[in-house]
């Protein structure tokens, strides 16, 4: 099977996916997007209410941010692939349960695995404690981690940003970080 019907297969099984209570209140699932050989995967936390209506990555106020970040640095859409931890919204936006979080991370590991990037980069404490381990964030952002064979990044999620708009800066700082790796 080619990678591209792999991916496609892993969010067919995200899609209809019923392994938590999330998919009782959800509108859309939301696998994630971008080509199945992005050099670079971006992880957040969860759809928020655009992602739901949409099905789509990161799409309402904080996606804007974060894909205007990812061309600052001269990225585009065709390099990265987009992506949550979970793969339903949160009523509420809430804090992701752990039962949720471990119901959804095979379906992250396999899209991991399938596109094999040359960064993983984790917007959010949330990302960062569910993929590599409880860091605080003021000591984690702009910083490269090796685990598992995988290199990581880490920086804000654009909602922190949002709510503080100083960390705007300092999540621009984190991804001229990223590009520099990238070259």
Not at 31 to 41: F, L
Not at 77 to 88: A, G, N, P
Not at 110 to 129: C, D, F, H, R, Y
């Amino acid at each position: 099977m080619t990678r591209e019907r792999t991916l496609q297969r892993i969010h067919s099984e995200i899609t209809s996916c019923t392994k938590c209570v999330l998919h009782e209140s959800r509108t859309n699932a939301v696998p994630g997007e971008g080509p199945v050989d992005a050099k670079v995967i971006f992880i957040g936390e969860a759809p928020g209410a655009r992602e739901d209506e949409t099905g789509r990555p990161f799409v309402g106020r904080s996606g804007k941010l974060l894909r205007a970040l990812i061309k600052e640095i001269g990225l585009s859409e065709d390099d990265v692939f987009i992506t949550s931890i979970l793969k339903s919204r949160p009523p509420k936006n809430r804090t992701p349960h752990k039962s949720e979080v471990l119901a959804c991370k095979p379906y992250l590991e396999k899209q991991i695995e399938v596109i094999n990037p040359q960064v993983i980069v984790l917007v959010g404490g949330v990302a960062i404690s569910n993929l590599i381990g409880p860091w605080k964030l003021g000591d984690a952002h702009g910083r490269f981690y090796e685990a598992n064979g995988r290199t990581y990044f880490m920086s804000y999620h654009p909602a922190a940003a949002l709510r503080n708009p100083s960390l705007k800066d300092v999540m621009r700082e984190d991804f001229v970080k990223l590009k520099q790796e990238l070259v």
